[in-house]
């Protein structure tokens, strides 16, 4: 047998398991690990500016291709309770990542030694498993279960804490026959699937509802498979974005409070069965349960068993991975079209489309300041289909969610369920990484880009070259939407006179400089008629100096964006609606009058 220390196993382990990649920030406490990556090769390691950025980095790395897991890797302490908020990220939006921290040494764990924490406790509750290896040989085995863990049933992050002192010690692991253990997941019966797909037929307006985990199941073609044989259109959430084409003429638009279309939550409005697939049902997604749910019947496949029931009770459900339900759904649909049983659904699936083509919002605005609509408006003209787009909250992501197009899976990369504000740049940095020859364009407001702008050095020191798009209004735009129904505009306002730069205004940061003094190229547009322009320009910096580049939109202060607080019924409309083609001329539908 070989022997080895445990760092350099765990090491090992990580390349057999796939990893390539590692997103990190050393210290005293992980040096061992540190010292076995350098020595045993392999993988490459991106250092971060801040330890919370290395695991959204680690999350954009995971989401960005079909069996990626994402690794971030800290130090004691404190850089284990800083990636406490990626791991947070990673759980609610089901991604599986590693980190890795270093510990004070074993037998100090209980002397309050130096950045000595149990961080296994701290994380526990957003992890699938967190632990602290007390015995070396246990390492290994430990990160087995961690792969394992991360890969089945439900994906999610897993944090494993190496004291000093295990690292170190020497184990005895022979690399060569390690093998990664068989991944679980829960698949649909056949029955099981006949009867959702009976119900299904019995409907009149039926849809689907394709979440993340269609995704994350790399299930998508099978979707549109499905989708196509049955003639039901489709809902996408805003995590299972891109699981069919915007411009597929089954794509009957998103639905809910926030992110979502007039014409999709009017066709919802209209259906009287949904059949999810790989969702959970999100408050913003749904809103008021009773609008929601009165007068259709639901069936519900989740991989996770206690995802069931959790928000309401649907008719039918069916514990299963999205990938291998939809398997039997089209073997399912195949029979029935070839025996002529399948229900003609081109009527429905047209009144879906007629929706489409009438009920849109306006883009198209000339005003200066800039109104956001027209950021959007000109980033469909300028990105292509094949664009990754990256974003975490805010009335940006918001807007951008109701006015962009997406056409392929993993080519919007969101943080759902947490939403912290930061995510964005770090994260965008990770999807660069994991996919360098695809256009990767990131979408920011101004807090977002301010809470990890750091991170954007680390693009200029690794050559990392992406598009950001910064929306600038200097407000917290959402929460100041929000403070509209407590009639107050109360610490929100984020707008100053810099001293160095009179020629902002009250705007404040000077995002450009900032953005130059960490090593990158940045423009400033103040003219919706210089966007499309500054878009190009920002392409070809990228790609010449193999930088991030800002563009910067001066926006005007206060705009509202379509939203309710209550029911996807009550969607209020702040701004003008589109009446003729010229209001939303980057539709994918040509407005119908």
């Known amino acids: 047998m070989a022997r080895m220390t445990a760092a350099r196993a765990a090491v090992e382990i990580l390349k057999r398991e796939g990893v390539s990649r590692a997103f990190g920030v050393p210290g005293a406490a992980i040096n061992p690990f540190y010292a076995a990556l350098k020595a045993s090769g ?3 390691h991106t250092l971060a500016r801040h330890v919370e950025g290395a695991s959204h980095m680690a999350e954009g790395y995971t989401r960005t291709h079909p069996g990626n897991i994402g690794v971030c890797v800290g130090t004691s302490g404190p850089a284990g309770t ?3 908020t990626g791991l947070y990220s990673a759980s609610g939006d089901s991604i599986p990542i590693l980190c890795i921290t270093g510990q004070a040494p074993t037998a100090r764990l209980h002397k309050e030694d130096f950045q000595a924490v149990d961080i296994a406790a701290i994380a526990g509750p957003v992890t699938k498993m967190a ?4 015995e070396p040989a246990q390492v290994p085995g430990v990160l087995q279960q961690a792969f394992h863990l991360m890969r089945s049933g439900r994906p999610g992050p897993v944090l494993v804490d190496l004291p000093l002192d295990v690292q170190l010690a020497e184990i005895e692991f022979d690399p060569e026959t390690y093998e990664p253990l068989p991944v679980y997941k829960p698949a649909a019966t056949r029955a099981q699937a006949a009867k959702a797909l009976a119900m299904l037929q019995a409907s009149e307006r039926p849809l689907i509802v394709a979440g993340g985990g269609v995704i994350n199941a790399d299930a998508a073609d099978l979707l549109t498979e499905f989708a196509e044989l049955t003639g039901v ?4 959430t805003l995590m299972g974005w891109g699981t069919l084409p915007d411009d597929h003429p089954l794509n009957a638009g998103m639905v809910g409070l926030q992110t979502s279309h007039r014409y999709g939550n009017a066709t919802f409005l209209e259906s009287d069965f949904v ?4 969702n959970r049902w999100a408050n913003r997604h749904t809103g008021g349960l009773d609008v929601y749910t009165e007068g259709r019947t639901f069936v519900h496949v989740d991989i996770e068993p206690t995802q069931i029931g959790r928000v309401f ?4 459900g069916i514990a299963s991975d999205a990938r291998a339900a939809l398997e039997l759904f089209v073997e399912l649909a195949r029979e029935q079209r070839d025996a002529g049983t399948l229900p003609d659904r081109s009527a429905w699936a047209e009144s879906a489309q007629e929706r489409r083509a009438t009920l849109q919002r306006r883009t198209h605005f000339d005003s200066i300041p800039i109104k956001p609509q027209r950021v959007y408006e000109e980033m469909n003209r300028a990105f292509g289909p094949e664009t990754r787009y990256v974003s975490t909250i805010g009335l940006s ?6 006015m962009l197009h997406v056409y392929r899976p993993r080519h919007w990369i969101n943080c759902g369920q947490a939403g912290p504000l930061g995510w964005t740049v770090p994260a965008a940095l990770g999807v660069a990484v994991a996919d360098p020859t695809t256009p990767v364009v990131a979408l920011s407001g101004d807090y977002d880009f301010q809470f990890m702008i750091e991170e954007l050095a680390v693009g200029a020191q690794h050559r990392i070259p992406y598009v950001h798009v910064l929306v600038n209004n200097a407000y917290l735009g959402l929460i100041r939407q929000a403070q509209r129904n407590f009639d107050i505009d109360f610490q929100v306002n984020l707008e100053f006179e810099n001293i160095n730069a009179p020629e902002l205004g009250v705007y404040g940061v000077d995002h450009v400089k900032v953005a130059e003094g960490l090593g990158c190229k940045a423009l400033r547009v103040t003219d919706p008629a210089d966007l499309a322009g500054a878009f190009a320009e920002a392409r070809k910096l990228a790609e010449e100096f193999r930088v991030p580049v800002v563009v910067e939109a001066v926006l005007e202060r206060v705009t509202n964006i379509a939203m309710s607080g209550s029911d996807i019924d009550k969607v209020s409309e702040f701004e003008e ?3 003729e083609p010229g209001h939303a001329p980057t539709a994918v539908r040509t407005l119908k009058g």
């Not at 059949?275 to 790989?278: A, H, Q, S």
């Not at 992501?397 to 109701?402: N, S």
Request: proline content about 10%; hydrophobic content about 50%.
């Open 42 to 44: 392999g993988i490459q």
């Open 275 to 278: 059949l999810g697939i790989g």
């Open 577 to 579: 609606l589109a009446t």
């Open 233 to 236: 259109p489709v809902v996408p």
């Open 313 to 316: 009770a649907p008719d039918y």
């Open 82 to 84: 800083d990636m406490i």
């Open 397 to 402: 992501q918001i807007a951008g969610a109701q």
């Open 131 to 134: 632990v602290t290896v007390l």
